[in-house]
């Protein structure tokens, strides 16, 4: 797959034209690069993490920032974003009975996950909280259309699917991030590896 495609559509998508997921629905070659931008996206979120704990805290900084946030953080968020996608499928294939294909959800989902790249920019004093928490919310936008794209189904249909898969990322992630020993650094990438300095 030609890099300058990935990167315009990549462009286009920060533009809003969410006519990119109609054209990576239907492309067997773009599985690979979905992937890699969704793992891409998720290591990025964990940089910004990494990169908030460095900067904006006024406390110690925990031990293991690194591990936790950067790779097991990115890590854990990459692996549920997938399982956001499989649960998108099994509700839309399994609840509302529609035929839908599952490289197609991957597809269209993983250019969905752009956003979450976003979260990098965390470390910037006063406006971290934009980029904390914006990103997840364009992260469901972009879902619901990628998920409209790849499947026949009904509005309605397409953002309850949507929403369910989203609720599942979140809330695990979001355990996650509160339910590690806080002298060491939760685990969690963008705005689940600081949750827990608030929860």
């Known amino acids: 797959m030609d890099p300058n ?7 286009r998508l920060v533009k809003l034209d969410t006519s990119v997921f109609d054209e990576v629905r239907d492309d ?12 891409a996206s998720a290591f990025l ?3 910004g ?3 908030w704990w460095n900067v904006v805290p006024d406390g ?9 946030q950067f790779i097991l953080g990115s890590i854990f968020m990459a692996v549920m974003y997938g399982v956001a996608g499989l649960i998108v ?7 509302y009975k529609v035929q839908v294909d599952l490289q197609a959800i991957i597809r269209t989902m993983g250019y969905a996950s752009f956003p979450l790249a976003l979260s990098v920019l965390m470390f910037i004093p006063i406006l971290w909280p934009v980029f904390a928490i914006v990103p997840l919310a364009i992260l469901l ?3 619901i259309y990628a998920v409209q794209s790849a499947t026949a189904a009904e509005s309605n ?3 309850m699917a949507s929403v369910i898969g989203f609720a599942v990322f979140v809330l695990i992630l979001g355990l996650i991030s509160i339910t590690t020993d806080l002298a060491k650094a939760p685990i969690g990438a963008g705005l689940f590896g600081i949750i827990s300095d608030y929860a």
């Not at 110690?60 to 936790?68: A, L, Y």
Request: glycine share 2%; net charge negative.
């Open 5 to 11: 495609v990935i990167v315009n559509r990549l462009v």
């Open 28 to 39: 067997p070659k773009e599985l690979v690069p979905a992937i890699v931008i969704a793992v």
């Open 45 to 47: 979120a964990g940089l």
């Open 49 to 51: 993490a990494l990169l």
């Open 60 to 68: 110690p900084d925990p031990d293991s920032v690194f591990v936790n």
């Open 89 to 95: 499928y099994v509700v839309m294939a399994q609840m």
């Open 141 to 143: 936008v972009m879902m």
């Open 157 to 159: 249909q397409v953002v």
